[in-house]
């Protein structure tokens, strides 16, 4: 079974595979994998909404904290300085939505970006303020998830938490 170029995109951006070059290094994915006791493999996600529970045992995602305290800890960190050095605006994107159990699809020739959950929901965001708009959009879930089930216990990745966060003079 194959996966999407954006759920990988998304494992990047998460630390889950190792990247040599332009290729996936295989064994150095499964050792960091094997290393943090990754169990399931790349790619479980969060998840979102009640009960997802999706991201037990996935990648780095090892940070329990309940929907509410999750939240709490990206307003908190909002203001940082800039993106982490290994992480690009697109990754950024993945990541956020990855921990929050969206796919994303890029066409940067229609300048659009789409968030979805495969036969659940999609989102579409236009022009070049698509990026702004996706990231404020992730940002009203983990408000809306965390308001709605705000005692659910999940498993958090830091980088996708780090990725909802708000940078330095970043407006939405």
């Not at 064994?27 to 979102?48: I, R």
């Not at 909404?49 to 940070?63: E, L, R, S």
């Not at 959950?117 to 999609?122: G, K, M």
Request: net charge negative; with cysteine.
């Amino acid at each position: 079974m194959g996966v999407s170029r954006q759920t990988v995109y998304g494992w990047i951006a998460r630390g889950e595979i190792v990247i040599s070059g332009d290729k996936v290094d295989v064994e150095a994915s499964q050792a960091k994998q094997n290393s943090a006791g990754a169990g399931a493999g790349a790619g479980a996600g969060a998840g979102a909404g009640a009960g997802a529970g999706a991201g037990a045992g996935a990648g780095d995602h090892h940070n329990a904290m309940t929907w509410a305290q999750a939240a709490a800890w990206v307003w908190k960190h909002d203001g940082g300085k800039e993106l982490t050095a290994d992480i690009d605006a697109g990754q950024r994107i993945e990541a956020a939505a990855a921990e929050l159990g969206f796919d994303v699809q890029h066409e940067p020739d229609e300048q659009l970006l789409i968030l979805f959950r495969p036969d659940e929901e999609t989102h579409s965001f236009y022009g070049k303020d698509r990026a702004a708009g996706a990231l404020r959009f992730l940002r009203s879930e983990l408000a809306y998830v965390a308001t709605m089930h705000p005692d659910t216990l999940d498993d958090w990745n830091k980088t996708g938490l780090m990725s909802l966060c708000l940078l330095d003079g970043e407006k939405l």
